[in-house]
């Protein structure tokens, strides 16, 4: 049963949640900061802020007027400074817990132009389409009007996602918008039961047309395209698949990009695991022979159209390959110099083991898991890598992510 209680933040918790502890043990309120006293809606481990008794110092104003409502940002209520101890902070608590002792750089700030894409919920209520994030621990729809942290070019995204929805009202059936900035404008993917009534598809074209969309998909099946989404990857322009998956950011890609450069140095053979469209491998075959593997065939068909059509590159040879069931062998590994992965949060494990294995010079991985990224760091380290650099990279901005990229070395 709920009460009302005083509480202290003594701590900031890896979800973005203040933590204060209690004689039954530790209590989770969003939207605090440690030193702060609150008082607050308590119920079980977790509680709802209802005052501010005692601000901390380090509260600053949110720049958002959805902050403390909506629920995608965690932490715009905290000073910079200590925002940043605390996202390097998530990264030394993962090794820390898997015994690895590792310096871990300063986070770099990656957040750029803001997010590039953004799945917006459409909900339909009392002859209303609404659009926008769910609130915090919560399953109402917050309407969106605008949202702070995207690109201009989605700043009216949560209208468009409306906007196509309009025709699919009658059903009523909760829906999602996947909206993408691509060079040649929005490319939005409707998720959920639609039908395949010819009225709707043909209110769903019209609609894209009038939005000036570049595509509309349904399910990542085509719809109309106007003009095909593309992107510029490094030295290659690649078509983008329906739903691709993206780097949040362009300047969190580019920094990502420019950190596994610089870890695989002059290596001449390279291997790109979980490559997707090719954020890296396409910008390493500037100066290397790359072989580049996923499970995702059409962004692999994206990667090898990009590959072909840019011009200066050395040969990208691209496989479709799932790596959790089935990761190149420690023979297979044999031809490389160095290899990159960037497997999904759950991360690598099946292909850290065989990498430990492997007498593969050096090793970058990258991750969106502390967790998953310090459980594949000590089967590395215990195979005998030793771990050069942890760069931390803040492109999910006032989020609990934090993407990391380091560099492993065999010493043994």
Known sequence: MASEMILH???MGRHGEGVAETADGPVYVPFTLPGETVRATVDGRHARLVEIVEPSPARIAPSCPHFGTCGGCAVQHWRTEDYRIWKRGLVETAL?????????????????????????????????????FMEGRSHRLLD?????????????????ARDLAIPLAAAGKPLDVLCTATDTGLDCDIRGAVGDDAAIQVALSEAAMRLGLARLTVNRALGIARTPPTLRIGPARVPLPPGAFLQATAAGEAVLARLVGAGVGAAGRIADLFCGIGPFALRLAERATVAAFDSDRPALDALSRAARAASGLKPVQAERRDLFRRPLTAKELARFDAVVFDPPRAGAEA???ELAKSKVPVVVAVSC?????ARDAA?????????EFVAPVDQFKYSTHVEIVATFRRVC
């Open 9 to 11: 933040i003594a701590a």
């Open 96 to 132: 820390t817990h898997r015994h690895i002792d590792a310096p871990v750089g300063e986070p770099i700030d990656a957040h750029g132009a803001g997010r590039r894409r953004v799945t917006l919920h459409v909900r339909f209520a009392r002859g209303r389409v609404l659009a926008g």
């Open 144 to 160: 969106l009007d605008t949202c702070p942290i995207v690109v201009p070019a989605l700043s009216d995204a949560a209208a468009v």
């Open 351 to 353: 292909q850290a083991r």
């Open 369 to 373: 898991d502390p967790p998953s990224f």
């Open 379 to 387: 089967i590395l380290v215990e195979g005998g890598y030793g771990i």
